[in-house]
């Protein structure tokens, strides 16, 4: 059985790469065989993506389409979520997630599983595919009421334009599943300066992915 893997990471800062070994892996156990390996750093909230376009056009039927988690393939609107899940199933690709156990049973080519467990596994990926999209919405939201907050209570975010800049970064990477220590070294600053600025916009803490 045949596999193309999809990583993607939302900006240049990130790193793409960090499941690769994982996907690898999971390919290795399971033995399939990766005939194609598509990275970008795109956002997922568009459907139009390099790579992901490049995947689904070289894909043949009945291979897989192998992705870390849903919100690496999608942080779609629900329209575009189910205008790409028609493009996946045109091509007759098997979606798989690494961390989604029920999609594994399509490795199987029992009939009567895979059509059972079809619907299934389509009413989760709908799931995962909303509270993706919802979850990406509300880190922009609180992040700008953060800044708001921060702003109305006279709070100096950055005094001089470098702190400024610096400053800016930590609030993009804030509560992208990221430790501090990972902000700080994205950013070019001190863990101290992303608590700081953590305080100051009222957030929670970065947790590890």
């Known amino acids: ?20 070994q ?18 970008e750093n795109y956002t997922g909230t568009k459907l139009e993506r ?18 870390e988690s849903v919100d690496r393939l999608s942080r779609l609107s629900l329209e575009d979520w189910h205008h790409l899940k ?34 299934v596994n389509n009413m989760l990926l709908d799931l995962m595919a909303t509270m993706a999209r919802q979850d990406n919405e509300k880190r ?3 992040i700008k ?7 109305a209570a006279g709070k100096v975010i950055g005094g001089r334009s470098k702190d400024q800049a610096i ?9 992208k599943n990221l430790v501090a220590e990972e ?6 600053c001190s863990v101290a300066t992303v608590y700081r600025v953590k305080k100051e916009m009222r957030l929670v803490p970065c947790v590890s992915a």
């Open 1 to 20: 059985m045949n596999a193309r893997i999809y990583l993607r990471a939302s900006t240049k800062e990130q790193d793409a790469y960090r499941a690769e």
């Open 22 to 39: 994982e996907l690898m892996t999971f390919c290795q156990n399971n033995n399939i065989k990766i005939v194609g390996e598509y990275v």
């Open 50 to 67: 390099p790579q992901l376009g490049r995947l689904l056009s070289d894909s043949n039927a009945d291979e897989i389409l192998l992705v």
């Open 86 to 119: 028609a493009i996946i199933n045109e091509k007759e690709l098997r979606l798989i997630v690494a961390d989604l156990p029920t999609t594994h049973t399509l490795l199987s080519d029992d009939d009567l599983t895979s059509n059972i467990l079809k619907i």
């Open 140 to 142: 922009r939201e609180r």
């Open 145 to 151: 009421q953060g800044l708001v907050k921060a702003k």
């Open 167 to 175: 400053r800016d970064k930590v609030a993009k990477y804030i509560d």
């Open 183 to 188: 902000v700080a070294k994205l950013s070019g």
